[in-house]
């Protein structure tokens, strides 16, 4: 990852899955009106959400991202928000009972469809981690390009919906 992003591949900002406009009604929906709500936004790479959802209100937003080639071009982009270089597959990493809300634009994706037993772990481990991160009712909002990793979610989360949004962009 941080070769691509250093080598300008994704450009200034680049949209896994979905462009902001597309899924900002579904992120709104479950983030709802507390803008006091912390929000925690991973894998967040160089996206325009992490400024749409700090423009929203919602100013106690995290992002992270296993990239430090991108954390440092976000920092450089937009000095105004909060950018952590972590590996949300590490335990511990995002702390305990922290955050309100966990949005997933393409992160869980990129472990589970590399269809490796070792990305699958780490996959595994990174719901682990985002359910031991979000406060007890917590959301975690997953923007995925076809439900992998469903079935561990339905092992850590009492209660998993999901519904189908029309398109995708992709690389």
């Not at 595994?124 to 469903?150: C, D, F, W």
């Amino acid at each position: 990852w941080d070769a691509a992003y250093a080598s300008g591949r994704y450009s200034k900002s680049y949209e896994w899955n979905q462009s902001v406009e597309v899924s900002w009604p579904y992120i709104s929906r479950m983030l709802g009106d507390d803008v006091a709500s912390k929000v925690l936004h991973v894998g967040c790479g160089n996206s325009r959400l992490s400024r749409v959802i700090h423009d929203a209100g919602f100013r106690n937003l995290t992002n992270v991202d296993y990239s430090k080639a991108v954390i440092e071009m976000m920092q450089q982009q937009e000095p105004d928000l909060t950018w952590l270089c972590v590996d949300c597959c590490e335990p511990e990493a995002l702390g305990t009972s922290e955050y309100d809300f966990c949005i997933d634009k393409g992160a869980i994706d990129s472990l589970f469809e590399a269809f490796s037993e070792e990305m699958h772990e780490r996959g595994r481990a990174m719901i682990t981690e985002i359910h031991r991160a979000l406060k007890p009712g917590g959301k975690y909002l997953v923007i995925s390009n076809g439900g992998v990793g469903n079935e561990v979610l339905k092992e850590k989360f009492a209660s998993v919906e999901w519904e189908s949004i029309e398109g995708f962009a992709c690389d």
